[in-house]
């Protein structure tokens, strides 16, 4: 038997699927997509990270015996050069994506390929009511899951103890330029690993609760980037939280929060067109202006928490998850700009992006998704920074311009633009007026006619 293990968002040995299955003869790979990194800026911070996590995957597995071959083409043109080598199969990770799917399929008809629910802790297929059809509302999804987010620990994979290392020529490491991507500074904690994290994270977590909400706070764990690329896996992870000394109830909340992640995954599985259109049907009237989405993208909306949130993700690629609901929400209901600009807007730049808590998330805030939020529930960005930041501390780190306004003014509508000493954007539109724009709009659809 002779297997290629397909390292992919799994970039780990410990507690991975496909060396747990792996047997006799593997060669391990990571390819560098092209049909993926031809889409990205070339001054995307992900690609640094994933760069320094490959090559640290490369040690891992040297470790244990093994090797890493790194390929910089497409999946297709891969396989099909390996394919001349007489494997019998490829073992790898499963996500369910649009473009995963198509990929997969493409290399099934190359070689035979067996993929394992390893980056989530349940396989969706696995789930479902009791008269078989998909959870749509995540209370009930979670109620039935409790078997499992109340146990004290999830089984982990093993490492087999016998595996070969193929011969192959594993010298090839391409540099980040050859990939042809500039090496970027990375967040601090990105040069920390997943365990660093958690440690710093048992400190902060029995406020955690409380704390989670205001974003100028380093109240997170951290650890959205390293669970996307899969330096640990969910089971890893749900098991270290569990063994924490904290109270019981901030442990349970972390963990639920864990579980909105599956949810949101489940949800694509079921019902893949949720990546493209509005999950439950309706179709806004939505505003097709550029320019006011342009100015949404560079942070020049006029209302500061807005502009402060936007222009720190572009220059960080983070994003605090109450300030994603705010931007999300201003964006779909204040602009009545279609959510689906602003997904692929936040693929383009978040570095813990992933697809289904994306899209999840956005048909949450535009009011179209599962269990989303009620289309007369609208933030008020101006009672958001109030009630979340009400120094300004967040504000003011990004807006230097502000540094000296009282944060009472910067909570006011329009009360910086009426200070006449500053060249600050004029609102692109009223919150009042907008949001009752948009429950006007939301209102004349069917699924919420009165």
């Given at each position: 038997?002779?297997?290629?293990?397909?390292?992919?968002?799994?970039?780990?040995?410990?507690?991975n699927?496909i060396?747990?299955?792996?047997k006799?003869?593997?060669?391990?790979?990571?390819?560098?997509?092209?049909?993926?990194?031809?889409?990205?800026?070339?001054?995307?911070?992900r690609?640094?990270?994933?760069?320094?996590?490959?090559?640290?995957?490369?040690?891992?597995?040297?470790?244990?015996?093994?090797?890493?071959?790194?390929?910089?083409?497409?999946?297709?043109?891969?396989?099909?050069?390996?394919?001349?080598?007489?494997?019998?199969?490829?073992?790898?990770?499963?996500?369910?994506?649009?473009y995963?799917?198509?990929?997969?399929?493409?290399?099934?008809?190359?070689?035979p390929?067996?993929?394992?629910?390893d980056?989530?802790?349940?396989?969706?297929?696995?789930?479902?009511?009791?008269?078989?059809?998909?959870?749509?509302?995540?209370?009930?999804?979670?109620?039935?899951?409790?078997?499992?987010?109340?146990?004290?620990?999830?089984?982990?994979?093993?490492?087999?103890?016998?595996?070969?290392?193929?011969?192959?020529?594993?010298?090839?490491i391409?540099?980040?330029?050859?990939?042809?991507?500039?090496?970027?500074?990375?967040?601090?904690f990105?040069?920390?690993?997943?365990?660093?994290?958690?440690?710093?994270?048992?400190?902060?977590?029995?406020?955690?609760?409380?704390?989670?909400?205001?974003?100028?706070?380093?109240?997170?764990?951290?650890l959205?980037?390293?669970?996307r690329?899969?330096?640990?896996?969910?089971?890893?992870?749900?098991?270290?939280?569990?063994?924490?000394?904290s109270?019981?109830?901030?442990?349970?909340?972390?963990?639920?929060?864990?579980?909105?992640?599956?949810?949101?995954?489940?949800?694509?599985?079921?019902?893949?067109?949720?990546?493209?259109?509005?999950?439950?049907?309706?179709?806004?009237?939505?505003?097709?202006?550029?320019?006011d989405?342009?100015?949404?993208?560079?942070?020049?909306?006029?209302?500061?928490?807005?502009d402060?949130?936007m222009?720190?993700?572009?220059?960080?690629?983070?994003?605090?998850?109450?300030?994603r609901?705010?931007?999300?929400?201003?964006?779909?209901?204040n602009?009545?700009?279609?959510?689906?600009?602003?997904?692929?807007?936040?693929?383009?730049?978040?570095?813990?992006?992933?697809?289904?808590?994306?899209?999840?998330?956005?048909?949450?805030a535009?009011?179209?998704?599962?269990?989303?939020?009620?289309?007369?529930?609208?933030?008020?960005p101006?009672?958001?920074?109030?009630?979340f930041?009400?120094?300004?501390?967040?504000?003011?780190?990004?807006?230097?311009?502000?540094?000296?306004?009282?944060?009472?003014?910067?909570?006011?509508?329009n009360?910086?633009?009426?200070?006449?000493?500053?060249?600050?954007p004029?609102?692109?539109?009223?919150?009042?007026?907008?949001?009752?724009?948009?429950?006007?709009?939301?209102?004349?659809?069917?699924?919420?006619?009165?």
């Open positions: 038997m002779k297997q290629i293990l397909w390292f992919r968002r799994d970039l780990r040995v410990d507690d699927a060396l747990s299955n792996a006799d003869e593997v060669l391990a790979i990571f390819i560098f997509d092209k049909n993926i990194l031809n889409k990205l800026e070339k001054d995307d911070k690609v640094t990270f994933i760069y320094q996590s490959v090559l640290e995957l490369k040690k891992n597995l040297q470790k244990i015996g093994l090797d890493l071959a790194i390929f910089y083409e497409t999946p297709k043109d891969v396989f099909t050069k390996l394919k001349k080598d007489g494997f019998d199969e490829i073992l790898t990770s499963i996500d369910f994506d649009d995963a799917k198509k990929r997969d399929d493409e290399i099934s008809n190359i070689l390929i067996k993929r394992f629910i980056s989530f802790l349940i396989d969706p297929k696995d789930i479902l009511k009791p008269n078989k059809t998909p959870y749509k509302l995540f209370t009930a999804f979670y109620n039935s899951l409790e078997f499992l987010h109340d146990s004290n620990s999830i089984k982990e994979f093993e490492i087999p103890k016998k595996l070969k290392k193929i011969d192959f020529n594993y010298n090839f391409p540099t980040l330029e050859d990939l042809g991507f500039i090496k970027q500074k990375l967040p601090n990105l040069y920390r690993s997943a365990d660093e994290l958690i440690d710093i994270f048992s400190k902060k977590i029995q406020n955690y609760q409380k704390d989670r909400d205001y974003f100028y706070l380093d109240a997170s764990s951290n959205s980037v390293h669970l690329f899969g330096l640990i896996s969910p089971r890893t992870l749900f098991n270290r939280i569990k063994k924490l000394n109270p019981k109830e901030e442990i349970a909340f972390y963990i639920r929060e864990l579980f909105w992640r599956e949810f949101y995954n489940y949800i694509l599985y079921y019902f893949p067109k949720s990546q493209f259109e509005n999950l439950n049907g309706i179709e806004i009237n939505w505003n097709e202006n550029e320019e989405f342009i100015k949404w993208c560079k942070g020049e909306t006029g209302v500061p928490i807005i402060a949130s222009k720190y993700l572009n220059q960080t690629g983070l994003m605090h998850n109450r300030l609901m705010i931007v999300s929400s201003y964006l779909t209901k602009l009545l700009i279609d959510w689906k600009k602003g997904e692929k807007y936040f693929a383009l730049k978040l570095l813990d992006y992933e697809a289904s808590s994306n899209i999840g998330s956005w048909q949450w535009a009011s179209t998704g599962v269990d989303s939020v009620p289309y007369f529930r609208v933030f008020n101006y009672l958001q920074s109030k009630k930041d009400k120094d300004a501390v967040f504000i003011k780190s990004v807006l230097e311009e502000l540094k000296d306004i009282s944060p009472k003014i910067i909570h006011i509508e009360g910086i633009q009426e200070n006449i000493f500053l060249n600050y004029r609102q692109i539109v009223g919150i009042s007026y907008s949001r009752n724009r948009a429950i006007f709009e939301f209102k004349k659809l069917k699924p919420f006619k009165i």
